[in-house]
């Protein structure tokens, strides 16, 4: 039985979509130790938020993902915490 | 006054909350726009209205909808799958607004292919549009109504944000729900907030104990026997979930709730029908013919959703299974089962590389071999299979698609239709005009093929599949059959 190991990332909008887009794709590799993975969006739109995390759903990753638009925290049992933007 | 009040109300627009007059084929026609004929005469043909109670509860609801409705009715939450057009006296009350899709926005395929071919809106997105934009759901969303959207098709909304922002979607559940949805429609019930988005990861979908028994019937009779496919395509999605075989009495209990419900007639769904017990990706006589004289002892139609060919091909000559299975199904020799199987190209080298092990135990190298050989069978034994080709794919070259067009010709002795996929890469969809994208003259000389094939083919299929139908759908479908191989006829596709 896998433990249950847990990610908490918090994504911060700053200027440019790019940097943004290529910090997600490093983080890719990461993520298959994790098996939840709880993302906070800090500062995007509701349309911006779906396309921004986009890379990180069409990649197969194993892990489940939860995203949340603003801060939102339901445990501390989490493993690492990230923040990136 | 309503006599029961619902917490969470789940549905869907009408292109899926139908039983497509029992024909699942013509589901298909759900996919396109109205080709010829007005949409209301289309629709009427593709998805007419269902039976519903004296509540606004359909008869027969889509599968995946009845699944979510276990899945909330067994942790004690009130839900209820409710008809499209009696959401209004539901929605006053409801907290929460379920919807599950095959295709929203008719991204997926054959819808994208058909909207590319005419440059028209399929009718399932835009009924789904206009489904969003019913007053009755824009009023609840006024007063705090949840929406949480779901399905196969749930992965569209992260390309079209803007209707998720437009309507108020307040979660998208991207995988297999059953767990996670109780936890997310409780939250929603407490006030709490939600997330804008949750992956179900493998770690979160159902063992096969705990996915839920469906509560009322399903459309056409639909029930599940398994769950994944073990072959690993490169374009499918059902490959990253897990292999689970539903144990007989889950799925005899499923099949009870069809019956009590009145329904006539069962359709086994899988991935892969023939894997059902087997060892690896080779069939096993026993469970398949269990399974099968299970499914007849309750009902005198029962359909198969998908197999592959090389399952049928290995079946076949190992045991005569297809032969043996045939004749449990079959009532009489005038009757045929339709299945949808998969062809996606006639290149062995492309089969080599995009599906790798959809050939085995056989080679890959030998594909369309195997495509020939199981087309026979079933032509001999009355089943006819209804076949996808992908063209497209990413590594595809003009080589490749002179094979599937040489394949396309050797299958024509073979009673069957063959339905070209286009293939619409993700990254087109940034384009807003991705639809207007062309297909090249070899993947259109591959489409004319596939025409001429069906037409020749579908008036002999006709006699059989439209024998028991209302007669304004007969008549309907033959006229549009007709109209149609007229036009191919006069623009030199046929």
Redesign the interface.
């Known amino acids: 039985m896998?433990s249950?190991r847990k990610l908490h990332i918090t994504i911060i909008k700053k200027g440019n979509p790019d940097s943004l887009n290529s910090k997600l794709e490093e983080l890719i590799p990461m993520l298959s130790k994790y098996?939840?993975i709880v993302i906070n969006?800090q500062g995007f739109?509701?349309?911006?938020?779906?396309?921004t995390?986009?890379p990180?759903?069409?990649r197969?990753?194993?892990?489940?993902?939860?995203?949340?638009?603003?801060k939102?925290e339901d445990s501390d049992d989490y493993e690492e915490k990230l923040i990136i933007g | 006054m309503l006599s029961e009040r619902f917490d969470v109300v789940l549905s869907v627009d009408r292109t899926l909350m139908t039983n497509h007059h029992g024909k699942e084929f013509l589901g298909f026609m759900a996919t396109g726009p109205p080709v010829m004929v007005p949409e209301r005469v289309w629709m009427a043909i593709a998805a007419p209205k269902v039976k519903v109670d004296d509540i606004g509860r359909p008869v027969e609801a889509p599968y995946g909808l009845r699944k979510i409705e276990a899945a909330l009715l067994d942790a004690g939450i009130k839900a209820a799958v409710i008809d499209p057009d009696h959401l209004g006296k539901h929605l006053k009350n409801a907290k929460v607004l379920g919807i599950g899709h095959h295709d929203y926005f008719a991204l997926g395929p054959p819808s994208s292919e058909w909207w590319v071919l005419t440059g028209k809106e399929p009718v399932n997105s835009r009924y789904f549009k206009r489904f969003m934009e019913k007053p009755e759901i824009r009023a609840a969303k006024n007063n705090g109504l949840r929406i949480i959207v779901g399905g196969p098709a749930a992965w569209q909304w992260l390309w079209m944000p803007e209707y998720f922002e437009k309507w108020g979607v307040d979660t998208v559940v991207e995988g297999e729900a059953e767990k996670v949805i109780v936890s997310l429609v409780k939250n929603a019930l407490d006030g709490k907030p939600l997330p804008q988005y949750v992956y179900v990861g493998i770690n979160d979908v159902p063992q096969v104990e705990e996915i839920p028994l469906i509560k009322n019937a399903s459309v056409n009779g639909l029930v599940e026997i398994m769950r994944g496919c073990p072959r690993g395509c490169r374009f499918c999605s059902v490959t990253l979930r897990p292999l689970r075989h539903y144990p007989l009495e889950m799925i005899e209990k499923e099949l009870q709730v069809n019956k009590n419900a009145g329904l006539d007639r069962c359709l086994i769904h899988s991935e892969d029908i023939l894997l059902y017990g087997a060892n690896g990706i080779k069939p096993r006589p026993e469970p398949l013919i269990k399974l099968h004289e299970m499914a007849r002892s309750y009902f005198n139609i029962v359909g198969w959703s998908h197999v592959s060919l090389s399952a049928v091909k290995y079946a076949q000559e190992n045991y005569s299974l297809i032969s043996r299975l045939s004749e449990i199904i079959l009532r009489d020799d005038n009757d045929f089962i339709g299945v949808e199987v998969g062809i996606e190209t006639g290149s062995p080298e492309l089969a080599e590389k995009m599906m790798p092990a959809k050939a085995a135990p056989y080679s890959a190298r030998s594909w369309p071999e195997i495509v020939r050989e199981s087309f026979s069978i079933m032509h001999d034994v009355r089943i006819v299979p209804a076949a996808t080709l992908i063209l497209g794919v990413p590594g595809e070259t003009s080589r490749d698609l002179v094979k599937t067009l040489e394949l396309i010709d050797e299958l024509k002795p073979f009673r069957s239709l063959i339905v070209p996929m286009y293939f619409v890469p993700m990254g087109v969809l940034k384009n807003k005009e991705w639809y207007k994208a062309k297909p090249s003259e070899e993947q259109l000389e591959i489409m004319k093929a596939c025409l001429k094939h069906d037409i020749y083919w579908i008036k002999d299929l006709a006699k059989w599949y439209l024998k028991d139908m209302n007669p304004f759908v007969k008549y309907s479908l033959k006229t549009v059959i007709s109209l149609v191989e007229k036009v191919a006829k006069l623009f030199r596709l046929i």
């Open positions: 896998r249950n098996n939840h969006m739109k509701c349309g911006e938020l779906l396309e995390i986009r990180l759903t069409i197969n990753i194993s892990a489940t993902l939860i995203v949340h638009n603003g939102y």
